[in-house]
């Protein structure tokens, strides 16, 4: 009974004679050397047909491909986002011209987490690399996009804190003071979607970006002007 071997260099499959069992030999097409498997070693997986890769003598993929899920964006999905992030924005700037948020820092607060969830979300399905990884979804997005919003909100609170005490209009300061919250931003979304670092600059870039402009149109002013406010 021939013994079917798959060379470990370039992934050709070749039928071997078992009377060649035990032994050695190069492969016809890369001379990478092919260990055939003795007789008792010869084991046949009907499950496992597709755990390896490689091509048969025909050229044709031993190995069934795994399918990659891709999240995509529907019309109805977008359309949804954008009427969305513009009820934020009229609301926002309502709260602002009504002057609540400026006196009550537990509602700027909560303001803060409720837009910091779908900037995380958002930001994640933008800047994930789908030739490298494949997204998360469900359960496990809702679990990490938490992480990373506990993660950011404590970050941007801590960074008003010593802003609103220590920061001035000179851009030392600003890089003195700034730096240390920017890199542990990129940290947190790093470690929450398995980005890399310059992709986790990005993330919490955008998300710095949207409460700085969220905050103004609240009219909570910048974060030098009102002490302990978010």
Known sequence: ???????????????????????????PN???????????????HGPEEFGSAGR??????????????????????AVAIGLG????????????????????IVLSGVGLVLVTFPLV???????????????????????RGAICTAAYVAIWAGFCFFGARYLSGELWNWLIIGTPFVILG????LASFDFDFPTGLLHFGFYVLVVTFLRWLAGLGWIWELP???
Do not use: H
Not at 7 to 23: H, L, T, W
Not at 62 to 77: D, G, N, V
Not at 186 to 189: E, H, T, V
């Open 1 to 27: 009974m021939p013994i079917i071997v798959v060379c470990p260099g370039c992934r050709k499959r070749y039928s071997v004679s078992d009377k060649f069992a035990g032994k050695s030999g190069p492969c």
């Open 30 to 44: 890369c001379k990478t050397l092919i260990q055939i498997p003795k007789k008792e070693e010869v084991v046949i």
């Open 56 to 77: 048969g003598v025909t050229g044709k993929l031993i190995a069934k491909p795994l399918t990659r899920r891709i999240w995509q964006i529907s019309p109805a999905i």
């Open 85 to 104: 992030s513009l009820a934020v924005v009229i609301a926002t700037a309502i709260l602002g011209m009504t002057g609540i948020l400026r006196d009550n």
């Open 121 to 143: 979300v958002a930001g994640y399905n933008v800047l994930y690399d789908i030739e490298e990884l494949e997204p998360y979804q469900g359960r496990a997005l809702l679990i």
């Open 186 to 189: 990129a940290i947190a979304a």
């Open 228 to 230: 302990s406010r978010l």
